[in-house]
């Protein structure tokens, strides 16, 4: 006989497929509408419209979307989730600000952990779209010091560093020990007036320390791409980052094991030929972003560290559809000598472009590295090394072309002959020495330049020493003894490149036989 109460209790138990679709919904929905809509005010777009703009049509799939939605904490305040941008699969773990804040609780690194893990075992690349408040004291004893808790995150990006691309959009806040995540990425683009990163905040800094400071002071996007360098790209919004990824992630393969993705070849847009941007006269300064204009392919060049160091010019373009990574000396800002700061912005380019099979393109127009005391207490040395190591380390491809002068160590450290570069190319106008025409006559003719007393003798002795020296300085001097692959005309440059950088990449990349090169600090 059948039990009359277990029918009833079957007629009204909820249905399960409706229970998953109204979780689901209410999952998706982040936080209170409350929250989503001082999201909004605030001039930020929510979690999940920043991942419509990314991908091409949509996520592929979402991993735990109901972690923790009985606590009302839809997915723990962090969406984990796989989609194609530009047809090809990237890996996404971006913060819900709506949900707490977007802070890490004890679902959060578990999440964020298992999408890294996935990044890497597919050969993927791993975009963060950062937005969070940081760890969460109240469920600190859950996720901080054993061996499965928050530190697992950066331990993972140092483990899959060279393997996969990191990218990171930082859109608000990354406080404390999650400023890391920005920090161990190939790339940090971050928004202007929202996105800020700091180890302590200006409250705690004020009790601290007794120092009054405001947050875009202590860690804004504009200071942190000007001024500290963890910035690599400032944009004014959200939908701005969110092209910037897609941009960037096109120039970069999937994975190291992979070469980077080619695209249509484009004329270059400039309207000036690279003989009427680059002037004869040394002394004369011209903008060496407009050479690269005259060279790459239209619209293909995106700057790194644009706003940091601007003495070196460093970006990816493209050239007949080929990506390559261009460091460059800028003549308008400093003359283009290497300071410790352009220093490190050139190691840590050059080490992107060398993980992901990037071929690399330095154009030289350097009076070598800054002296004096200041920058030998910054410890100019110790950075000029790190440059040094990054290029004799770096076994992509590799073509210098001296555009004009090329003195001293910071010629070696622009990819010089004896760094063993692919090619060397000269264009007419190089001038390749030990030293510039003022340092080499002072130092020659010291003595005699001090013991002439009449200031107008000694000036006219000191120009003529110099007009002696810069007319040895020739180019074709260095070609005679065969120290450069070529001396082309400057409007044959870009047809140059091509053929070589076609030809090159042919070749193997094989690195040393040994366990770790130990990098300058």
Not at 183 to 201: E, K, N, P, Q, W
Not at 315 to 326: K, M, S, T
Request: aromatic content about 8%; overall charge negative.
């Amino acid at each position: 006989m059948t039990d009359t109460t277990d029918i009833a209790a079957d007629q009204t138990a909820v249905d399960p497929h409706a229970e998953l679709a109204s979780r689901v919904r209410a999952a998706e929905l982040g936080g209170s509408e409350k929250q989503r809509q001082k999201q909004l005010d605030a001039g930020k777009m929510l979690v999940r419209d920043r991942l419509q703009l990314l991908f091409d049509d949509g996520w592929k799939f979402e991993d735990g979307l109901l972690a923790r939605f009985d606590e009302g904490l839809p997915g723990d305040a962090v969406v984990t989730c796989v989609g194609n941008v530009d047809g090809r699969p990237v890996c996404v773990i971006a913060n819900d600000y709506t949900v707490k804040a977007g802070t890490w609780g004890k679902r959060t690194f578990e999440k964020i952990v298992r999408m890294q893990e996935l990044a890497d075992s597919i050969g993927a690349p791993l975009v963060y779209l950062f937005d969070s408040a940081g760890a969460r004291i109240d469920e600190q004893f859950e996720s901080y010091a054993g061996r499965r808790a928050w530190g697992n995150i950066f331990y993972n990006q140092v483990q899959f560093s060279g393997r996969v691309p990191q990218v990171c959009a930082l859109f608000g806040p990354s406080p404390a020990g999650s400023a890391y995540v920005p920090a161990l990425c190939d790339l940090t683009i971050m928004v202007r007036g929202h996105a800020t990163a700091y180890l302590g905040s200006p409250r705690l800094a004020q009790m601290v320390t007794g120092e009054d400071v405001t947050l875009e002071e202590m860690g804004g996007a504009e200071m942190h791409c000007r001024t500290s360098g963890l910035g690599d790209v400032l944009v004014e919004d959200d939908e701005e980052a969110i092209a910037a990824v897609r941009v960037w992630l096109s120039y970069l393969p999937q994975n190291w094991q992979q070469a980077p993705p080619q695209a249509t070849p484009r004329e270059p847009a400039s309207r000036r030929t690279v003989k009427e941007i680059v002037p004869e006269r040394e002394s004369e300064v011209f903008d060496m972003t407009e050479l690269i204009g005259a060279i790459v392919d239209e619209d293909s060049f995106f700057p790194y560290k644009e706003l940091f160091a601007p003495e070196l010019v460093t970006g990816f373009a493209r050239l007949a559809g080929r990506p390559v990574g261009i460091v460059s000396n800028q003549p308008t800002h400093l003359g283009g000598v290497l300071f410790p700061d352009s220093s490190d912005k050139a190691a840590r380019f050059i080490w992107i472009c060398n993980a992901f099979n990037i071929p690399l393109l330095f154009l030289v127009d350097i009076a070598g590295y800054m002296i004096g005391s200041a920058v030998e207490r910054q410890g100019i040395i110790r950075h000029g090394a790190k440059m040094l190591f990054a290029v004799a380390d770096s076994r992509v491809p590799r073509i210098t072309v001296l555009v004009r002068k090329a003195y001293g160590g910071g010629y070696l450290a622009m990819s010089g002959a004896p760094m063993q570069p692919d090619a060397v190319i000269a264009l007419p106008t190089a001038k390749p020495a030990l030293m510039g025409p003022d340092a080499a006559v002072n130092g020659i003719h010291f003595n005699q330049i001090q013991s002439i007393e009449d200031p107008q003798e000694r000036a006219a002795f000191i120009k003529q020493k110099q007009d002696e020296y810069a007319a040895n300085i020739d180019v074709f001097k260095i070609a005679n003894e065969n120290a450069v692959e070529a001396v082309v005309q400057a409007n044959d440059l870009r047809d140059e490149l091509i053929s070589r950088f076609s030809t090159y990449s042919r070749r193997s990349q094989q690195a040393p036989a040994r366990h770790l090169g130990v990098t300058p600090v």
